[in-house]
């Protein structure tokens, strides 16, 4: 009897709340913001300090921008990217006319499933774009930038979904992609799904890894190569964090908490 009588004077309030928030939002309706064009999103960002400004990457039309919160979109790729199909878009905390684009769509489908052609970067807030490797990865997931160090990035590459390759894992650059060092690989099947960073402490990083595969009949997800790595000297080396999760792991995905550090959370397919 205490027991229930506990539960309904914590959720008194809370039911009282959600309904006074209903009405308060009753007026308010979701509209379509665009780019009005077919099509689908896995990737998008906005701008440190800049609530109007916005990065959407589609799957079979590159690259657009927004300067007014969507109420215009602009396509900033045609001319510079040799394929369509955008993975993961980031900005740069410590100066935001650095963006970093992955290309390849990192969402497996059953029907249809776009590759891209590596990574592209712009150094003047999107007007131009310049390619800066990793050509073969076929699918980037994320991209993640030293919040003070725009020389700083790391990707997580997902690749090729079809077959087996070594074009995969968590790959680090120190000079802005001119170069770049692959620092963490499972096997031949297993890519990055997700990639996170302690912007609190940017020597402390989290990658998560998925073995799968695309056949003609079937998507394998899961295997030997799932799991989640964490590193402590700056993606230099990882070690595997499997404590309290389950055996049998698919997909994955991580991050790590901006206002507590301690905080990780993971999504797990299992």
Do not use: C
């Not at 709340?17 to 999103?41: C, D, H, L, V, W």
């Not at 998008?44 to 799957?59: I, K, S």
């Not at 394998?220 to 799991?227: A, F, P, R, T, V």
């Not at 055996?247 to 995905?253: H, Q, V």
């Amino acid at each position: 009897m205490n027991f229930r009588i506990i539960v309904l004077l914590i959720s008194f309030p809370v039911l009282i709340f959600a309904q006074e928030t209903n009405q308060y939002f009753s007026s308010m309706k979701y509209r379509n913001i665009g780019p009005f064009r077919g099509g689908r999103s896995v990737s998008a960002t906005g701008v440190a300090n800049n609530p109007l400004t916005y990065y959407m990457g589609t799957t079979g039309g590159g690259l657009w921008k927004t300067e007014d919160a969507g109420q215009h979109w602009k396509n900033i790729s045609d001319g510079f990217f040799k394929t369509g199909s955008v993975g993961a878009v980031a900005t740069s905390e410590s100066n935001p006319n650095i963006i970093y684009v992955g290309m390849g769509e990192h969402a497996i489908r059953g029907v249809m499933t776009s590759y891209g052609d590596g990574v592209y970067k712009s150094t003047d807030a999107g007007k131009t774009w310049k390619h800066i490797g990793l050509t073969k990865t076929e699918q980037i997931s994320r991209i993640l930038i030293h919040p003070t160090n725009p020389d700083i990035v790391y990707v997580a590459a997902q690749g090729k979904y079809s077959s087996p390759t070594s074009e995969r894992g968590v790959y680090k650059s120190i000079d802005g992609g001119k170069t770049w060092e692959k620092t963490l690989f499972v096997n031949d099947f297993s890519g990055a799904s997700e990639l996170s960073i302690d912007v609190n402490n940017p020597q402390i990083l989290y990658a998560a890894l998925w073995h799968h595969q695309r056949t003609p009949w079937k998507m394998i997800s899961g295997g030997e190569g799932s799991g989640i790595y964490k590193s402590d000297d700056a993606g230099e080396t990882w070690k595997k964090i499997h404590k309290g999760l389950p055996k049998e792991l698919g997909k994955l995905a991580v991050a790590v908490s901006r206002s507590n550090s301690n905080k990780v959370y993971a999504l797990v397919e299992s």
